[in-house]
């Protein structure tokens, strides 16, 4: 019944202060208020409508995509909002759109490798979106392996110009979110000619489009690479395909922090690492663990709410069924995820902190700790991506067939998501790179160099280097193995990141309680999934392994009555979880039944195609049966 709050049995009985725990979720008070300000203004306003995007047909979707940024931005300058809240409005408008590559990765391409004099020039146009940008790297053949890109900026001493071209077809740029339609601008990485030299990939800015009519300029072929997985999902999004035919652009659109070309052709590469080049991506990978944890919440508030609400089985003597939350196995699937929420926001906020003392040890030409934020932002986002990705599935398949209609939110929810297993880096890909940073800090061991930081604990396999075993020739052949043990250094971290959390002061009755009982459930179900290890190892006894599943099943009841209550600290309106599982109220069978008739396909009580294609068969069909 409307009005009804179908959960306040459940909401009764929690053990904490829900407010207190919404501050820790937000990051402090100041967040929780911009958030809950910013998610109101969004959910109160029907342009921001979304419950229609699985139905619409492409060109259609993406028209209404280019609406909603258009009257964002509108927004964002009638209320004069930060930077801040713009981008609290972005993420509640929840849509991928051109905008997430502009604001995500233009800008801070230029930030983070022009010069000041470049920044100047080219930030204030793309903070007032008079130019609109996208991140052009990835190409048809290449992704993966950037230094293996084809794309050839080649310098002309003559004309003071780059001369941008695509030489074979696998050098078309593919897949750059935004370049399909809509970006007039594009950082573009490009192998540097000079006089005949290749001297790598570097980023270039270069104009795409007219600023009059948004036609290609000369030399630009582009397009949209075509409809991807899902319905709605990642389609409002103009992933695109670009085409060089020698391309001139003046010398200083060479992004020039990194390396320089002056005006005699000479190359000078700054005393820096030359990875300095990848900034942009590590940045978005710090950016994609905290975004992981918002999506596995997500869609854990949808799967938790409904699950207290589900009854199936169980009844005694007429009464009520059994909520299907109360499931040894349904809990032993939730409250993992439910904990991996919580411990991907920490790891969060604890790779935001490594991110920015990196970029601050940068400035003073300190570059003790890139290895380290590349390690652990390549592996953290690897982690967190993956589970995320098969979390949401996991939550669909909680909801039981329900969750597979569209009105559960949940299937949109996971084709919009997947593509971050593989997109800024694949996930194996990225696992490698903290593989071969273990395996170098093995072999630095032995030369008395002491790990410290994330890898202080490696400091401990002394005996590994008594082996002298050769590094390099054993990486190819046993990189499967490393790939696991470069998760589990990875799963360290947020282990360790969530611990320090508990130390901190975390104000609220009941709430380090409960993320104790979280943390200890995040800990213990992954020693509970690799207890094989630890046993092989003998760094557990078979009766130690079995306490620790007794004390994960008691965990779980401790969770189990203030399950709703942490999920609804996650302060997410109905508007933004777009689901009818997932509804504060809980109010799911009424609302189901009412979605469904708001189908197109129940426009008609006779659906169109009757007369042509059932009435033959079934006329057909009765005929036979006369015979
Ligand atoms: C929430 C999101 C918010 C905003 C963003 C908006 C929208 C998000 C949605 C979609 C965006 C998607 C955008 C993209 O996908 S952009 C394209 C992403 N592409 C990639 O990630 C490519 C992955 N490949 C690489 O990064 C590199 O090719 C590589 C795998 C790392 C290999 O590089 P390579 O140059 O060949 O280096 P190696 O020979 O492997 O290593 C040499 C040496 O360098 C060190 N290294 C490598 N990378 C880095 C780095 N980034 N920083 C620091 N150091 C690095 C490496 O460890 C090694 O060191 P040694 O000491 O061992 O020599
Ligand atoms: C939705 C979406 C948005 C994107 N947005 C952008 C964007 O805005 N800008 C941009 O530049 N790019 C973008 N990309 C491209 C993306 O960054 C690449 O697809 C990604 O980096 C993976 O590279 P790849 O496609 O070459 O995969 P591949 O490397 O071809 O992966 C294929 C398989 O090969 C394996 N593999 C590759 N190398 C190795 C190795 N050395 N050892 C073991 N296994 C290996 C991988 O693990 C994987 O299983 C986007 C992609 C998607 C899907």
Not at 561 to 584: E, K, Q, T
């Amino acid at each position: 019944m409307e009005g009804v709050d179908h959960l306040a049995d459940e909401r009764k009985k929690a053990e904490f202060n829900v407010e207190a725990m919404k501050i820790v979720w937000a990051g402090s008070q100041h967040n929780l208020e911009v958030s809950n300000r910013i998610s109101k203004l969004v959910a109160d306003d029907p342009a921001f409508r979304k419950d229609d995007r699985t139905m619409l047909p492409r060109k259609e979707l993406f028209k209404n995509t280019l609406r909603k940024a258009a009257y964002a931005w509108k927004r964002i300058n009638e209320l004069r909002l930060s930077e801040e809240e713009a981008s609290k409005l972005r993420f509640y408008v929840d849509e991928t759109a051109y905008t997430d590559l502009h604001w995500g990765m233009f800008i801070p391409a230029i930030k983070g490798q022009g010069t000041d004099e470049q920044q100047r020039k080219w930030l204030p146009l793309a903070y007032k979106m008079q130019i609109i940008g996208c991140y052009a790297q990835t190409e048809l053949g290449h992704g993966s392996n950037v230094q293996g890109l084809e794309t050839t900026a080649t310098f002309d001493p003559h004309t003071d110009e780059f001369v941008i071209h695509s030489p074979t077809l696998t050098s078309s740029k593919w897949w750059p979110g935004g370049l399909g339609k809509v970006s007039t601008h594009a950082v573009t990485y490009a192998r540097l000619i000079i006089d005949g030299k290749d001297h790598g990939v570097h980023g270039f800015i270069v104009q795409l489009r007219s600023l009059e009519d948004h036609r290609p300029l000369p030399g630009i072929t582009v397009g949209d690479i075509g409809m991807k997985f899902g319905n709605g999902a990642y389609n409002t999004m103009d992933n695109g395909v670009l085409r060089f035919d020698h391309v001139r652009i003046p010398r200083n659109q060479m992004l020039m922090k990194v390396s320089q070309v002056t005006r005699e052709g000479k190359y000078k590469q700054s005393d820096v690492p030359r990875q300095l080049v990848y900034g942009t991506m590590v940045y978005v990978r710090q950016r994609i663990v905290a975004d992981a944890s918002c999506y596995l919440s997500r869609a854990v508030c949808i799967a938790t709410r409904y699950s207290a609400v589900r009854r199936q089985f169980g009844s005694q003597n007429g009464g009520p069924e059994t909520q299907v939350i109360d499931y040894k196995t349904q809990q032993s699937r939730l409250f993992p995820l439910l904990a991996s929420a919580y411990a991907f926001r920490f790891v969060g906020e604890w790779l935001e902190w490594l991110y920015t003392d990196v970029m601050q040890r940068l400035q003073a030409n300190d570059f003790s700790t890139l290895p380290e934020a590349h390690a652990c932002t390549a592996g953290l986002k690897s982690l967190t991506t993956s589970v995320t990705a098969d979390g949401i599935e996991e939550c669909r398949k909680l909801c039981g067939g329900h969750g597979y209609l569209c009105t559960s939110g949940l299937p949109e929810l996971f084709a919009v998501y997947v593509p971050a297993c593989t997109y800024e880096g694949d996930n194996i890909v990225l696992l490698l790179q903290v593989a071969r940073f273990l395996m170098k800090t093995v072999s630095q061991i032995g030369t008395g160099k002491q790990p410290v930081g994330t890898i202080a604990y490696m400091g401990r396999i002394e005996h590994l280097m008594q082996c002298r075993c050769n590094v390099q020739r054993g990486f190819a052949e046993l990189s499967a193995d490393l790939v696991e043990a470069a998760v589990a250094h990875c799963q360290l971290i947020v282990v360790s990141k969530f611990i320090e959390k508990l130390q901190q002061d975390i104000p609220g009755e009941g709430v380090k309680q409960q993320l104790e009982a979280l943390c200890g459930i995040y800990y213990l179900s992954l020693l509970h999934k690799h207890q094989g290890d630890f046993l092989a190892t003998s760094y557990l006894t078979p009766k130690q392994s079995a306490l620790a599943n007794d004390q994960l099943r008691a965990l779980y009841s401790k969770v189990r009555p203030n399950a709703i209550a942490l999920v609804d600290a996650f302060n997410y309106s109905d508007h933004f979880l777009s689901s009818i599982l997932g509804r504060y109220d809980g109010n799911v069978y009424p609302k189901l039944y009412e979605a469904a008739w708001k189908d197109p396909l129940n426009e008609s009580v006779v659906p169109d195609g009757y007369h042509e294609y059932v009435r033959p068969l079934l006329k057909q069909q009765l005929h036979t049966a006369r015979l």
